[in-house]
């Protein structure tokens, strides 16, 4: 039998006065279906306001704790209480537990956990900034434990069951995500709860975002054996983030930079805008990537329609698109643009680049000699093989491309996501037009 902790001990545990009050009116025999002890965990099954009981489990070296209430508290009610339940009366030991205790405690084990991090002594740091960032990784290796647990119990359910869940299912996740210091994960995250509501293909849509999660969270255990760019990927995707002035001190690739696109969106209450360009002699594609709070200015260097020679540093990248202007000179009027592709090899090129880095979320595209058409009350863009894009729903400017194009087919440049075509851009009368404005 293990050395069990006593209530003193418990109590210390909880992060404020609430969650021990809670916790003491929750240690009674009567408010759990079941409970079982071993020499390595104690977990049970508890009561709430949900149709569904508590999954609570408190792993008694270290210690770790998993509960599936929504709480943000770590440790929660429940596991504070199922340590109090033990510590006053134990119950019989366990040999076997059940198959999720036997995962959570897999997932304990082959990862470093906050508590172990906090309790472990460490060597000196040099400075405060070196121990900031250890503290981080603390939190965010804890947080991907626990969004490892909460996707098995989400596909373990399946996906009917996902389609129920209330909007505070997603948003808990995220918000436990936001506090471990990974927001990048957090936004995944929320982006999956409107999946189950996007239509007709959202099996597909949402097993496709619970994969990109599921390769972040094992790509961040195996960190160590990635290589340094893959490293990089998924260190940007939870929310890392590099120092510029750092990376502006780097070599730039100097180029005749044509300027082909820019998008705003709103991300997180910021404004976030994309600006695309394509190197003519390096003849590949780079992503300037700027934010600006709500009343602030959004930077405008760079204008599509327009053509500079400048330096851009590029970020660490399996597959680098995200780059710094170092610097830059005169901008001149776009007077010819890149070679464009048709539609099948621009999906090929998506595809390779998604081999190397699978959380691109948005990838340009130059198509040639596209033209609009409605099928099935939905806008396409067609090239001249026959092949064709859909255009994302919430694209308004379709008619404004038909009229543009007159019925004769033009090149048109604009993000793909993988799912839907978004014009920003296309080419007539010697000029670039802008759609998305």
């Known amino acids: 039998m293990p050395l069990l902790p006593t209530s003193d001990q418990v109590l210390a545990l909880a992060p404020d006065a609430q ?6 009116g929750l240690a009674s025999p009567q408010k759990w279906l079941t409970l079982g002890l071993n020499d390595e965990a104690a977990w049970g099954e508890c009561t709430g306001s949900g149709q569904q009981p508590y999954q609570v489990l408190a792993q008694l070296a270290g210690p770790a704790f998993h509960c599936s209430c929504p709480s943000r508290k770590r440790p929660c009610k429940h596991a504070l209480a199922l340590l109090l339940l033990i510590a006053k009366q134990a119950p019989p030991s366990s040999a076997e537990a059940p198959d999720w205790v036997r995962e959570r405690l897999a997932v304990f084990n082959r990862r470093p956990r906050a508590a172990d991090a906090l309790e472990t002594p460490r060597p000196p740091t040099k400075t405060d900034a070196t121990q900031t960032a250890a503290r981080r990784e603390t939190r965010v290796a804890a947080g991907m434990d626990e969004l490892s647990l909460w996707l098995a119990d989400l596909v ?4 009917a069951a996902a389609q129920t869940q209330p909007p505070r299912f997603w948003e808990s996740m995220a918000a436990h995500l936001v506090d471990a210091q990974a927001p990048g994960a957090a936004r995944l995250v929320r982006a999956l709860g409107g ?6 293909a959202w099996p597909e849509r949402l097993t496709a975002g619970l994969g990109q999660l ?8 195996r960190l160590d054996s990635l290589p340094a760019d893959l490293q990089a990927d998924v260190r940007a995707r939870l929310g890392f983030t590099l120092q510029h002035d750092a990376l502006l001190k780097e070599p730039g690739l100097r180029d005749c930079w044509q300027v082909l696109g820019r998008r705003v969106v709103e991300e997180d209450r910021l404004r976030a805008q994309r600006v695309w360009l394509w190197g003519e002699r390096s003849q590949r594609p780079a992503l300037i990537l700027s934010y600006a709070a709500p009343g ?35 901008a001149e009027r776009l007077d010819r643009l ?8 621009a999906a090929a090129v998506y595809g390779g680049a998604l081999a190397r880095n699978p959380w691109i979320e948005s990838f340009p595209a130059a198509i040639d000699a596209v033209t609009p058409v409605r099928l099935d009350d939905a806008w396409w863009v067609r090239d001249a093989a026959g092949d064709g894009w859909p255009l994302a729903p919430d694209f308004t400017a379709a008619w404004s491309l038909l009229a543009l194009s007159g019925g004769t087919p033009r090149p048109v440049f604009g993000e793909w996501d993988g799912e839907a075509f978004w014009p920003l851009s296309a080419w007539a009368d010697g000029r670039l037009v802008l759609l998305d404005v």
């Open 338 to 345: 890149p070679s464009h592709i048709g539609v099948a090899r």
């Open 214 to 221: 599921h390769l972040l969270v094992e790509g961040y255990a």
């Open 19 to 24: 969650i021990s009050g809670a916790a003491r």
């Open 296 to 330: 602030q200015a959004l930077d405008t260097r760079l204008l599509p329609g327009t053509a500079l020679q400048a330096d851009l540093v590029f970020f660490p990248s399996a597959f680098p698109l995200r780059a710094l202007l170092k610097s830059a000179g005169a």
């Open 195 to 200: 999946l189950p509501a996007s239509g007709p």
């Open 156 to 159: 373990r359910r399946g996906l």
